[in-house]
Structure formats: C-alpha cells, structure tokens
C-alpha cells in the first residue's frame, strides 16, 4: 500500500563504493527519482535485482535501457535470480542484448571493478530472493532484503559494517513472509554492524513512526541505527556514498 500510494518512493538504492556505483531494486519510479537526485544511469556498472516483486523490479527494464544509452552501447550487467528471466520474466527479452547478465546462485561472488559482491544465502520469501555483501576497501555492507526471519540470516551477514534492511511490519503475518520491527531490532543486535539502516516500511511501520523505532533500536543495542527517508544520503568513507530514495 506504501509504494501503490506512493506515501514513500520505491526507486531502491544507489551505491557509489569508489568508482564503481550499482543500483539496487529498482521499483517503481526509479528512472523519475534517478534523474531528481541528478544520478546519471549512464554511468552505472550493474543493477542488482534481489527479487521480482514488483515494488524491486518494475523499474529494472528501463533502467537497463538508461544504463545503455537506449541499447546502443553494450555496457554494465544485470544480476537477477533465475526467475526473473525464466517464467514470467520481469527482465523483457528485447533489453537482454544490451548488457551483460548473471544469474545470481546461493554462496557466488562477483567481481566488478575494484568491489566484490557476494550472495551468501536465499532468503525465505514466495519468490527466489538473496541479499547482498557489498565488499569494497576493507568495508563490508549487507543488504537484507524482503524475508521472513530465520537463523541463518545472522551467520550470513555477521560482520558487516553497514547493514540495510528490510522492515514491513510491526507485528508477524506469516503470510507475507517478511521481517518485523522485533525481529529486525534481534538481527542487528547479533550481526552487530558499525551503522544499520531501517527501510521498506509498511503502514503499520510509518504509523509506528520509524524515527521512534530507530532510535529504540539503538537503545537497546548499542547500534547506531537510522530509519530511511526519501533521498537520505549516508556517506560510507570519505569517497564512498549511498544514495537512497526508497
Ligand atoms: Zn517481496
């Protein structure tokens, strides 16, 4: 319901790690926000899907274009699970020649310039869905994306410096399958990151105030702990940058 009324925007994030820069979860509006926050698609290396929900990925065709100055330069990759390109593919088959594309596999790493990304494990979520490490320098960021919790999550990501994450909800519906305020709160107290960052918020989130809930999490774990807004910039290291207009 956030992202259908718009209440926050749904673009996904930008990485700028040095020189290499990523987007990842392009939902819906993407392309608008990209070119509001002056980003230029032209100049991206690859787009990361972490899942095909529509609220990650309506964007993805179109940035694929973006990236490739219209398909007329062969450049960047697309890194997506296998069912967004196989059954009811959400990456259309006229934009697949325009760059390079990876199927993401539990436990890979991919090099990119001078970062690595590695997908440790799949998340629990109705579709194939896997976070993220963003190795860069010597600084780790995981991305945990859409999932409902289990244990695993805290072995995967344990270490990491930045840690972004998926929160939808306020209490449990195991029918969407997705992370809760109690249950994030318990992840970065265990994998213990230098700075986490709250996103993906459902209504029962905003209404809870996300601020509110960031600052109690920080209480609680000693974690310095911020809650997403549109176009909220965190500076990683001196020439490192996220960019977030989720
Ligand atoms: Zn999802």
């Known amino acids: 319901m956030v992202v259908l009324n718009q209440m926050r925007h749904s673009g996904g994030f930008w990485l700028r790690l040095g020189d290499v820069n990523v987007l ?13 926050q002056r980003l230029k698609p032209g100049s991206l290396d690859a787009i990361v899907l972490s899942h095909r929900h529509i609220d990650h990925s309506n964007d993805i065709n179109v940035m694929t274009e973006a990236m490739t100055y219209g398909g ?10 296998a069912d ?14 325009f760059t390079e594309i990876t199927e993401i596999r539990e436990g890979m790493e991919i090099e990119l310039g001078k970062i690595r990304i590695g997908f440790p494990l799949k998340n629990m979520h ?8 963003y190795k860069f320098g010597s ?3 995981g991305y945990i994306p859409d999932t409902e919790y289990f244990p695993g999550l805290v072995e995967a990501y344990r270490g990491v410096d930045f ?3 998926n ?28 700075k986490a960052i709250l996103t993906h918020f459902g209504l029962q989130v905003l209404k809870a105030m996300p601020e509110a809930q960031a600052k109690r999490i920080s209480e609680r774990t000693g974690v310095e702990v911020i809650a997403a807004y549109d176009g909220l910039r965190v500076d990683l290291e001196e020439k490192e940058s996220l960019k977030k207009w989720v």
């Open 24 to 36: 990842q979860d392009p939902g819906p509006g993407c392309l608008v926000m990209v070119h509001k």
């Open 163 to 165: 840690l972004i994450i």
């Open 126 to 133: 109705p579709v194939e869905t896997y976070g993220a490490i």
């Open 139 to 141: 600084r780790r960021l």
């Open 72 to 81: 007329f330069e062969h450049r960047g990759r697309l890194i997506v699970p």
């Open 167 to 194: 929160v939808v909800r306020m209490t449990t519906d195991r029918k969407i399958r997705h992370l809760n305020i109690n249950e994030a709160a318990e992840l970065i107290n265990a994998i213990r990151p230098k």
């Open 84 to 97: 967004c390109l196989n059954s009811d593919p959400v990456v259309l088959q006229y934009v697949r020649p």
